[in-house]
């Protein structure tokens, strides 16, 4: 963390109740690592997308959806995009008891009612103060309460791994995570950690992870990581993700994600275009 993002956390801590601060990144690398601030976090990923790790939870955040970090919380931000933007909004959970729905991580999808509300309030400059501007501050805070019912949460790519009720398991899924993109069998992890087939299955059927799941699910963040960089083809994503064929990509990227890669493909084009048309 360089000393810009530690002032700016140092700056969240210390403003007031009444504030929420606005930032907006530009085409930037983002690493963020563990932190914590008093502020309730909400985070657009206007364009790229975001890996975040919530205590012992790693969670994928594709673009055009909205993370929402809870107070007091640790948590590290980082993205493996080649140029991410995103809108934060940081507010205090003072009223919690009468407007805040909700105190716990949560990944929402976006429509155009949300884009154009975060639109609206990204224009607001770098803080909206309660004080100066009540208006604004309740309007604010009443479409941050209404996130959970103009959205939904997603949960189809929301939590890509947790550290496992058995620890020896732990450097297993990071070997596993680390070479998902390559044609990687369960033998071959099972070789690689001196274990048989059948113990290394026991140990993932009882922390209730399932090998080929695990697989695909971190293959499919990465192909929507790529769709995001963009510049590459749909049978250049099939492979470079680990799958032997466009046809298996096509079939598995549907079934996690309930839509095609092309549709997808098309929609994260239609967001670039629109975003710059602005």
């Not at 919530?54 to 994928?60: A, G, L, Q, T």
């Not at 009443?142 to 450097?171: A, C, E, Q, W």
């Not at 049978?235 to 890669?261: D, H, L, M």
Request: charged fraction near 20%.
């Amino acid at each position: 963390m360089n000393q810009e993002q530690k002032d700016y956390i140092s700056l969240l801590n210390s403003s007031s109740e009444n504030d929420i601060l606005i930032k907006k990144t530009g085409w930037e690398e983002i690493s963020l690592h563990a932190h914590v601030h008093e502020k309730y976090q909400i985070i657009y990923t206007l364009s790229g997308t975001l890996h975040i790790q919530i205590e012992n939870d790693s969670y994928f955040v594709p673009e055009k959806h909205i993370a929402w970090i809870p107070d007091n919380v640790v948590h590290e931000i980082n993205s493996n995009n080649r140029q991410v933007s995103l809108v934060i909004f940081y507010f205090s959970p003072i009223w919690q008891s009468e407007k805040i729905r909700t105190s716990s991580f949560c990944i929402y999808n976006s429509n155009s009612v949300i884009c154009e509300n975060i639109k609206y309030l990204a224009s607001c400059g770098n803080c909206i103060d309660g004080n100066e501007n009540s208006v604004l501050f309740d309007f604010a805070i009443g479409f941050f309460n209404l996130l959970p019912i103009l959205s939904y949460k997603v949960d189809f790519l929301l939590k890509t791994m947790s550290i496992p009720n058995d620890h020896r398991l732990y450097p297993v899924l990071c070997y596993m995570r680390e070479h998902a993109y390559e044609n990687l069998k369960i033998e071959q992890v099972a070789d690689n950690f001196n274990i048989s087939v059948r113990n290394l299955s026991r140990l993932l059927h009882n922390s209730g992870i399932r090998y080929n799941s695990f697989i695909n699910r971190h293959r499919i963040n990465r192909a929507i990581e790529l769709f995001s960089d963009g510049g590459k083809t749909m049978q250049q994503i099939a492979y470079e993700t680990g799958f032997s064929t466009p046809n298996n990509f096509n079939r598995v990227f549907k079934q996690i994600t309930g839509t095609s890669p092309g549709l997808y493909e098309k929609e994260v084009m239609d967001n670039k275009k629109s975003a710059i048309e602005r």
